[in-house]
């Protein structure tokens, strides 16, 4: 996700890149350990995993 317009600093960008490698390990533990992880996307929650939740259609 990209909000800023402007080029971040140096720093900021070794922090969002420490970041990025923190999330990615911790989703990747929680796929070995057959946890699902809960999403925000486009104003929705998304599950993701083998044992996610289901979430149901509301039909007007």
Do not use: C
């Amino acid at each position: 996700m990209k909000l800023a317009k402007n080029t971040p600093s140096q720093k900021s960008q070794v922090i969002e890149t420490v970041l990025n490698k923190a999330i990615a390990a911790a989703l990747e533990k929680k796929h070995r350990l057959g946890q699902y992880a809960v999403f925000w996307e486009d104003d929705k929650v998304v599950y993701r995993g083998d044992d996610a939740p289901r979430l149901e259609q509301k039909q007007d």
